[in-house]
């Protein structure tokens, strides 16, 4: 089997490389980055220990698609993956539809002219962003929780956010743009002929993230913490109430290769994946986790809100277990303990990252 990873020299696209390598074989495994995220050279060379084949390459540029290799099947890790990306100062709108939906566009001819599958990782925050910043919420055990009696919006239980959940705009930009990549591969599925496997993910989290706040906030979190960098509670009364769940690269890595070893040779699929209400915590434990941990270092208080902000996002993956019986094997204080060795042997890693 003949695989290509885009985005593969960033924290996901390398780990989930490691794992197919060590779970499929006779792979010949490709993968194409343009490096532009700071820290993602770093993992040239262990991929290459690993035996992939790297090529520096811009998923913007329909040449340096058209010059990749013939594969069986795609993994799109490639993304700017932050919320505020386009009105955050940092990148413009029209670079974020670059990255986010041009890339898409060329993946999915070259997947046409190949006739290769398609595993597209899109996001969780595909969901409408006003259902979700009103969701009913009560405060407990330094945590927002679910009212689920108050609770009116199809989609959403104790359990998380399914499938059901809305989708209709407005979202954010960055949710506009995996939207649209997820309904661009199902008409080229439907269209061409080739399997697409949409898995809405939630949080990644795991050592060696290139974690900023807005991207991998658990890895952040923990690096800042442990540096004694300056840590804000943003809106929702400045206390750190909001809750996210995380899931580990191998437990993705699982379910990917569930479905490209599935008989589906056409036809696409949405699934959501993440760690569900078990593997959920607020900004508030995670410090209490981290004094525990690191000692103490008290964040400060925002009052002011931040736009695409929620109080609680948590994934209801109950589809993909019942589709393929897919559960996660690493709980949140077993990824919370990964990372923190990763900090207390790299305690230089922000700054590495350029996030400092």
Known sequence: MRILIT????????????????????????????LVRPGSEMNLEFLRHLGVQVLHGDLRMASDVNALPKVDWVIDAAANPSVLAGVDGKS???QLLEHN???????LEYCRS????????????????DPLAHLPVLPRREAFELNTSAASCQGVSAAGLSEAFPVEPPLSLY??????????????SATFGFPAWIIRCGVLAGAGQFGTAEQGIFSYWLHAHAARLPLRYIGFGGRGYQVRDAFHPV?????ICKQIQHHIQTG???????????????LAQLTAWCNDRFGTHTPSSDLSDRRFDVPWLVMDSTRANTEFGW?????????????????ETHPDWLRRCAVI
Request: glycine share 12%; aromatic share 4%.
């Open 251 to 255: 437990d993705l890595g699982i379910l």
């Open 114 to 129: 190949c006739i290769a599958g398609l595993v597209l990782l899109s996001s969780s925050r595909v969901y409408s962003i």
């Open 327 to 343: 559960n996660i094997t690493h709980t949140l204080p077993s990824i919370l303990d990964e990372i923190a060795e990763h900090v």
């Open 92 to 94: 413009s709108s029209r």
């Open 175 to 188: 949710g506009s743009t995996k939207r649209a990549s997820e309904l661009l591969a199902i008409e080229y």
């Open 101 to 107: 939906l041009l890339g898409t566009i060329n993946l």
């Open 7 to 34: 985005g593969i020299c960033g924290f996901v696209g390398s780990r989930l490389a490691n794992f197919l390598i060590d779970s499929l074989e006779g792979l010949h495994l490709f993968g194409i980055d343009n």
């Open 268 to 282: 696409s699929c949405i699934l959501n994946a993440g760690g569900g209400a078990s593997n959920a915590m607020s």
